[in-house]
């Protein structure tokens, strides 16, 4: 093959929100999308099968001669991607990598915090697994960490009524709903990979003296890092500046979909995994 892009993966859409930040960030480089669109959502699955899923995925994206890819999903993430890297690497794959999007910000989170109370805001899925909790506590032990599950946010953004009257409602019970764990979270993580779409409106609950993170900065920056201090890993990437885009769904609805999240018309191709 010609090109060696970088694999970013996500269960559907919401990844191109962190593809975005890292094209911004890093535009020399090819990529390659893959949203598994026709077994989304991932959330409200069992351990193995998002494992499962997951794998095959990435196996895909190994295929198609990806030396480097990134779990654009947090679901992904929390369920899959430790077995991936210990388990299935050494294996199928040894030198190449496979990354996700949470101790990327679990790492600098502590940073932005004065008071050490943090809230993070995701899926019932990221929420329930405890990764965001465990992943902060190991780099800042020190942080006080609270959760709140947004169930219905995710489906906001996908039928585009995230700016709509509507959304206010649900928007402001989550923000209320963390805020009352305590009066001293000063950061609020947006842990899900739609919820930049939702941005504008969670700021109007929250008060100018709280930070919000939104996670596909904080991962671009991770991934020019790492690649900087990887070059064994970056000399593997080819630097064409092509961006292709595959979905396991209907093409159709994938393009109208993801012009919200990437911010301009993408023309996708479908696979069968």
């Given at each position: 093959?010609?090109?060696?892009?970088?694999?970013?993966?996500?269960?559907?859409?919401?990844?191109?929100?962190?593809?975005?930040?890292?094209?911004?960030?890093?535009?020399?480089?090819?990529?390659?999308?893959l949203?598994?669109?026709?077994?989304?959502?991932y959330?409200?699955?069992?351990?193995?099968?998002?494992?499962?899923?997951?794998?095959?995925c990435?196996?895909?994206?190994?295929?198609?001669?990806?030396?480097?890819?990134?779990?654009?999903?947090?679901?992904?993430?929390?369920?899959?991607?430790?077995?991936?890297?210990?388990?299935?690497?050494?294996?199928?794959?040894?030198?190449?990598?496979v990354?996700?999007v949470?101790?990327?910000?679990a790492?600098?989170?502590?940073?932005?915090?004065?008071?050490?109370?943090?809230?993070?805001?995701?899926?019932?899925g990221?929420?329930?697994?405890?990764?965001?909790?465990?992943?902060?506590?190991?780099?800042?032990?020190?942080?006080?960490?609270?959760?709140?599950?947004?169930?219905?946010?995710?489906?906001?953004?996908?039928?585009?009524?995230?700016?709509?009257?509507?959304?206010?409602?649900?928007?402001q019970?989550?923000?209320?709903?963390?805020?009352?764990?305590?009066?001293?979270?000063?950061?609020?993580?947006?842990?899900?990979?739609?919820?930049?779409?939702?941005?504008?409106?969670?700021?109007?609950?929250?008060?100018?003296?709280?930070?919000?993170?939104?996670?596909?900065?904080?991962?671009?920056?991770?991934?020019?890092?790492?690649?900087?201090?990887?070059?064994?890993?970056?000399?593997?990437?080819?630097?064409?500046?092509?961006?292709?885009?595959?979905?396991?769904?209907?093409?159709?609805?994938f393009?109208?979909?993801?012009k919200?999240?990437?911010?301009?018309?993408i023309?996708?191709?479908?696979?069968?995994?």
């Open positions: 093959m010609s090109t060696a892009p970088i694999g970013i993966f996500d269960s559907g859409y919401g990844g191109l929100t962190v593809m975005k930040e890292i094209v911004k960030n890093l535009p020399e480089y090819d990529y390659l999308y949203g598994d669109n026709a077994r989304a959502p959330g409200g699955r069992s351990f193995d099968t998002i494992y499962q899923y997951t794998r095959q990435v196996e895909y994206l190994f295929d198609q001669n990806c030396h480097l890819i990134i779990l654009a999903c947090n679901t992904a993430s929390a369920k899959a991607l430790r077995n991936i890297q210990q388990k299935d690497l050494p294996n199928i794959a040894p030198d190449r990598r990354l996700g949470i101790r990327p910000t790492e600098v989170i502590g940073r932005y915090s004065k008071t050490g109370h943090v809230g993070v805001l995701g899926t019932s990221t929420v329930n697994s405890n990764s965001y909790v465990m992943e902060i506590r190991q780099q800042f032990p020190e942080l006080t960490v609270y959760q709140e599950a947004c169930p219905m946010w995710v489906p906001l953004v996908e039928n585009q009524e995230y700016d709509s009257d509507g959304a206010d409602y649900f928007i019970q989550h923000i209320d709903g963390i805020l009352s764990q305590s009066p001293k979270i000063d950061t609020l993580l947006l842990a899900c990979t739609h919820y930049p779409l939702l941005l504008d409106k969670i700021k109007t609950y929250v008060g100018d003296d709280i930070t919000i993170l939104s996670q596909g900065e904080i991962v671009a920056k991770s991934l020019d890092d790492y690649l900087q201090r990887h070059p064994e890993i970056a000399e593997k990437c080819t630097t064409g500046r092509s961006k292709k885009f595959l979905t396991t769904d209907s093409t159709d609805d393009d109208d979909h993801a919200f999240f990437w911010g301009k018309e023309a996708s191709e479908f696979i069968d995994l």
